[in-house]
């Protein structure tokens, strides 16, 4: 099997500052990885690097062809309502074509998506308006309908009541275990 992500002995400087050092990893398709430690450990770092969004600066680093997405701890909105927010990510997304007719695709894709995580409540609503819970879920949602191969979870419940906590988590727990059976989905988390 072709693992998702390798690295060996992967190090990532910041600010002269080595923050990861001597790191070796496989993961393979369809495996949950959670990566534990306290604040300031490297947690994010190491999947920043591992998404591609961060350079390491020593070891090799095997990323594959598999379509990843990340979804960060505090999860930026734009100041649009959230069906519109959904829809443009969709429509930007690498390989869309920019024609109206995608246009009016996404849009009605962002309905069903929201439908189905159950947040078609909050489709009109400014989605820089939305409390920390909602954003998460949103954000999930988009991150969601781009139907990655691995998804990386920086801290999703950090910072929420235990009510948000339940409801993201059980929002994700359903869409990963929904399409575990035709492909797995890699899931990488803090």
């Not at 419940?157 to 989905?185: F, G, H, I, W, Y």
């Amino acid at each position: 099997m072709t693992p998702h992500l390798q690295c060996q002995d992967l190090g990532c400087r910041l600010g002269g500052q080595w923050v990861l050092r001597g790191i070796d990893l496989r993961i393979d398709p369809g495996e949950r990885v959670a990566l534990v430690g306290a604040n300031g450990s490297g947690k994010t770092t190491l999947m920043r690097v591992l998404h591609g969004l961060q350079p390491h600066h020593h070891g090799s680093l095997n990323r594959g062809q598999a379509e990843q997405v990340m979804m960060f701890q505090r999860p930026h909105m734009m100041r649009m309502r959230v069906q519109s927010q959904l829809q443009l990510g969709l429509w930007l997304a690498p390989g869309s074509p920019r024609s109206w007719a995608h246009w009016q695709r996404c849009g009605q894709q962002a309905a069903q998506i929201l439908s189905d995580m159950g947040l078609s409540e909050l489709a009109n609503q400014s989605a820089n308006t939305l409390s920390g819970g909602q954003r998460q879920r949103v954000a999930f949602a988009l991150a969601w309908a781009r139907q990655p191969d691995v998804v990386f979870l920086d801290e999703p419940t950090a910072n929420l009541d235990p009510q948000s906590k339940r409801e993201l988590e059980s929002r994700m727990t359903e869409a990963l275990d929904a399409r575990a059976a035709d492909r797995p989905v890699t899931l990488v988390f803090s």
